[in-house]
């Protein structure tokens, strides 16, 4: 019974630690777009429009900045990368730390208004490379957006800029009239503990947990002798 409550406090605390990334203070500005001005339904901005959307600027092209106008993953505002041409944002100064291994996380749809199907999102953070990622608007609408989490890992060489580009023309190719893209909201960039700091959090829980159990013992034996 001792060792078996041992066993549960050391399976506690490492319980506790599973949910630890969850407290990984996320270092993008309103990933959620939720801050800003009131874009009614929705409102087209254009680049290089950096007040509209605290912590972020239109980089190239146009977006449109979506309230009511379609189902957001996090609260009630997104973006669609594809204003009237093919847009960008980008926040511009991550505090990540070089050698340190992060975690980027995205939520992506698609405006299914119009074509094409298949909505093209390019993704950067410092000095990570273009990394893309597709959604089929298939089947969805705007109550029905069929929000995804796309995630991907960076080591970082300093402080850093994220971007998501659309890399989604318009419909039948058309280049100069593409208004239906990719669908972006809660953006997070959070630190990954290290496999060694892993290790120790879980031998120091576990010492933890046997500090406890011998407690429980000895006042177990003590209540015995009395
Ligand atoms: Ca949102």
Do not use: C
């Amino acid at each position: 019974m001792k060792l078996l409550s041992f066993i549960l406090s050391t399976a506690a605390a490492v319980g506790i630690l599973l949910n630890a990334p969850n407290a990984q203070a996320n270092l993008v500005l309103n990933g959620s777009f939720e801050t800003g001005v009131n874009p009614g339904g929705f409102t087209t901005l254009n680049s290089t429009d950096s007040v509209s959307i605290l912590g972020w600027t239109v980089t190239s092209g146009s977006i449109d900045y979506i309230g009511s106008h379609w189902q957001a993953s996090q609260g009630s505002r997104s973006i669609d990368l594809n204003g009237i041409t093919q847009g960008t944002i980008a926040q511009q100064t991550l505090a990540t730390v070089a050698g340190q291994q992060y975690l980027i996380s995205f939520d992506l749809a698609g405006n299914p208004d119009q074509g094409p199907t298949v909505k093209t999102i390019g993704v950067t953070i410092g000095g990570s490379g273009l990394q893309t990622f597709t959604f089929d608007t298939t089947g969805k609408s705007h109550n029905d957006m069929g929000w995804i989490t796309e995630t991907f890992l960076y080591t970082a060489t300093g402080t850093s800029t994220i971007t998501f580009q659309s890399l989604t023309v318009g419909p039948a190719g058309n280049v100069n009239f593409a208004a239906y893209g990719p669908a972006l909201d809660n953006v997070s960039v959070t630190a990954v503990p290290e496999a060694s700091t892993w290790a120790m959090m879980i031998l120091g829980f576990a010492g933890i947990g046997f500090i406890a159990y011998r407690r429980r013992n000895r006042i177990a034996g003590a209540v015995g002798v009395a």
